[in-house]
């Protein structure tokens, strides 16, 4: 890898100039294309989503009411009289002022309600009485037109005329002299907006007159942030200057969905402007303090700006937009960006060789950028839009930043930096930090140890927490506004929402009216407490015509004529004209027709509109339900089922998000690992030095987690990100100290060192970078922060101590005892060698119980046997041991037929245990240990293994007596194993016994 980057360094030197113009074309046409990108500022793609989420944002955003503005208009000074004239005057001004805004940025104004739209509407509900009858009202026409309840009308008429009334109530009077219409007019009482309003002058007060409202709907959804900004610099401009107009005596305050999400983005805007100042600030004077170069700042942030650019150009070409909210999120790229260019720099200082820096850290960067854009590539399995952005942009960010450090960077690097710092004896604080051996202490090591096993009890009582509400920013006029607003009518107080969906209104309002019959069940058992729903007034054709049947059937000639009569007799005791109700007569003679919804007029506009929204792609009627808490999971699976019915709230939101999360989180982390941990793998090409580079980065995630759960910390959809962060950024540790162990172990060359005071470098970046965000007024930036502080500083401190002590346990310090180091190649063979071994020796030691308990060992066929056993058992743990090479040299081909003499050199047991699988006759003469062994001496004995103590004189007898049996004898003249691959001295011993 080192040649490669090596290679082109030395190409790009000789041709310097074509290089830069190389350079400078790709940045310039970068930034071209970065003026072209689409910005999208919808905070709800942050929010994780699936089939059922998609379908309710999708829904929900084409709610009118969603991004509708309340303006409440009152006194500054709570303790004077109502004057409520004042407050009209103040709203007619702003009203005005707020229509030069149509339909640009503003929808739509409700304000006034004048008298003629409430005689419009009488008039409407009059004229088309069967449309709007439900057949539960027949029950309360019947009672009406009893012969005693008719009387009793027209008696109440009568009185009502004759009182200063009769101006307003003697066209309704006359025209509804049952009052027929006003069952109808009931229906609108579900439309109110709370119960503390009242009609004055025809304006919106609340009862006692101090609050005048204004209702503004906003042109865009209200996730269109960068379009409503400008609405609410209108309204926040008008507001001011009419305040002041009015010598501040009125106080307007406005609230909605619309303004709580540009409330979000600005405050998003202004953290992070303000944040990376700080950062930049504070890491200008450390990186110049510490390489004592003015320019090193703009060198080390070349390979992030450049490699931001193009990735940005990259994503232009590719999707034409990507999310701010991601972007923003995206400055956190920084630590790992800067990474690369701060081990160039620091390596070259302690090496001052282009070639050998290259050499060094070339490998390393490249495995770190693929592990750590590996990482990040996992967030496009993520169900968050934003996410999957913020996953390609760091994805390709990260790979160019590393390109952009290993081919451009290093033609900044110059001798007469490395020779000023060579100049230099002492070291800096950072050096004199970094070179401390952490890994020696015993006592930090022991302190890791026990706070990991705690933080491994701590870790499962991590949780997420779904509620966008917690995470969402609002200013204290917001807040101020959302209080008023809630002790004047509770406007801001949630519902379950039911909306109905269909690709035109009549097929919305057939879907609504088919949830009628279960809303209506729902509220007599006392599941909900009362609903809204547009179908009492808007009425889909079919069921029209069917009303207008109903009232058809109902009104038979008798029961016409009978009414007729009542009314006539009743209207004679009271002076009425034989034709005074004429006009309510023609009701019963009138051919009536299905009302559309134009013909509603001022009906629809007043009471309608909100609920009803009509697209291109999909119409939505929405019906509000009030019910208590416990009885919301009841609702939900009443229309579970219904595919045109879709019901939420912000409880079931949440509920969905946190499941969402849940499982984006689960797959995040595992996919994480497993592509980590295999790319380390293949680079490596040893699981151990995979496993040991591995480490750091779990037990740093398992303090994480730890940590999160002693406090109390929970995830959310903007700190989960900061978990594939500090994925990427303790690999990336770990695997330069990886690099600094691997040095010392190949070629004996100390610079761990160098790696460490990088690695403290990026950490004091990444920390600075993000870590400044804590004092950011966004709830979500601020967990972002803590989390990413805890993270990184228990990434380096592992990095730091466990990775090199585990390095020099396994590794290193075997070698400088002359040993190998300890493989799991090598673990999993010794397991297998150890497994045959106890299975031979159970086995064995199970075969000499029985002949020496059961059956007497004097038997020859039972010894036979017996050693027939031992000699298998060797045979098979000898080449069970597969991994060890096996060169048997015997060029006379002897196979041991007659008996012999075998003398032997004793380096190992494996030589004692090829020796025995040769031949089942063959006897050993062994050191008096291995006879009184509790572990298989009492077999060795019952094998005829004798000792060497038993002395010449007594051994020959029992020798010669084994040899005529066709044994053959096994001795080692050494008397024990050697320590090293050279033999001992012989021992005579062995030489006599082949003389007798």
Sequence with gaps: MSGIFNGLYELFRKFKITFIFLILIIFGLSAWLVTKIKFEEDITRMLPSDENIQRISMVSQNINFMDKLIINIALSDTNIAPNPQKLIEFADDLNNKLTKHQPDLIKDINYQVSEKIMYDVYDVFFENLPVFLEEKDYKKIDSLIQQSSVENSVKNNFKTLISPASMVMKRFIMKDPLHFTPIILEKLNTFQIGDNYNIYNNRIFTKDKRNLNIFITSAFPSGETQKNGKLIQALNRTIDSLETQFNNEINAQYYGAAAVAVGNANRIKKDIKLTVTMALIVLLVFMSLFFRKKSIFLILFLPAIFGGSLSLAILYLIKGSISAISLAIGSVLLGITVDYSLHLFTHYRSVGDVKKVMKDIATPVFLSTLTTASAFLCLLFVSSKALQDLGMFAAISVVVAALFSLIVLPHFLKKKDYEKVAQNQHKSIVE???????????????????????????????????????????????????????????????????????????????????????????????????????????????????????????????????????????????????????????????????????????????????????????????????????????????????????????????????????????????????????????????????????????????????????????????????????????????????????????????????????????????????????????????????????????????????????????????????????????????????????????????????????????????????????????????????????????????????????ICNHQSHLDLIYNMSISPKIIILTNDWVQKSKIYGRIVQMADFYPFSEGYETLVPKLKKKVKEGFSILVYPEGTRSVNYKMKRFHKGAFYSRKT
């Design 432 to 902: 004199k930090i970094t070179s401390y051996p952490f890994d020696k202490n015993k006592y930090l090591i022991f302190g890791i140890a026990a706070f990991t096993i705690v933080s491994m009890f701590f870790s499962g009582k991590t949780s997420f927490d779904g509620d966008m509400d917690k995470m969402s920013y609002l200013s204290e006029e917001l807040k101020e506004a959302e209080d008023n607003l809630n002790k004047i009518a509770n406007v801001t107080l949630k519902s379950v929402y039911l909306i109905s969906t269909g690709n035109n209104l009549q097929e919305a309002l057939i879907n609504s009216e088919k949830a009628i019959p279960d809303l209506e069940k729902l509220k007599q058992e006392g599941i909900i407490n009362q609903y809204t729903s547009v179908s009492k007034i808007l009425i889909s054709d079919s069921l029209q015509k069917e009303r207008i049947k109903r009232w058809n059937t109902f009104w038979t000639p008798e029961k016409i004529n009978q009414l007729k009569l009542n009314l006539q007799t009743s209207g004679e005791k009271y002076k009425f004209k034989s034709d005074a109700f004429s006009s309510f007569y023609n009701l019963f003679e009138k051919e009536f027709n299905t009302v559309n919804s134009e013909e509603l007029g001022d009906l629809r506009k007043l009471f309608l509109d909100e609920y009803i929204t009509e697209n291109k792609d999909i119409t939505t009627v929405v019906s509000i339900l009030k019910a208590d808490e416990s009885n919301k999971p009841l609702i939900y699976e009443t229309f579970a089922d219904e595919n045109d019915l879709v019901v939420f709230d912000k409880k079931y939101m949440t509920d969905n998000l946190v499941r969402v999360l849940k499982n984006d989180f689960n797959l995040l982390v595992k996919l994480s690992l497993i592509i980590v941990f295999l790319i380390l793998l293949l680079s490596f090409g040893r699981i151990e030095l995979a496993l040991l580079t591995f480490i750091p980065m779990v037990i740093s995630w398992i303090w994480t987690l730890g940590i999160m759960g002693i406090f109390g910390i929970k995830f959310t959809i903007f700190n989960i990100i900061i978990s594939t962060f500090i994925f990427g950024l303790g690999i990336d540790y770990s695997i330069f100290i990886m690099r600094g162990m691997l040095q010392e172990y190949k070629y004996g060359v100390k610079n761990l060192n160098s790696y460490k005071t990088s690695i403290f470098l990026s950490a004091v970046t990444t920390i600075t970078g993000i870590g400044v965000l804590i004092f950011a007024k966004h709830p979500a930036l601020k967990s972002m922060a803590l989390l990413s502080i805890i993270g990184i500083l228990s990434v380096i401190i592992i990095s730091y101590t466990i990775e090199p002590a585990l390095f020099k346990l396994f590794i290193l310090n075997r070698k400088k005892k002359g040993k190998i180091a300890f493989s799991f190649q090598e673990l999993l063979n010794s397991i297998i060698a150890w497994s045959i071994f106890v299975a031979g020796s159970i086995y064995i030691s199970f075969v000499g119980f029985i002949l020496s308990k059961v059956f007497g060992i004097n038997n020859k066929r039972l010894k036979q046997f017996l050693n027939y056993s031992m000699s298998y058992s060797s045979k098979a743990l000898y080449y069970g041991m597969f991994n060890i090479r096996k060169k048997i040299i015997n060029p006379n081909k002897e196979k041991l037929k007659k008996p012999c003499i075998i």
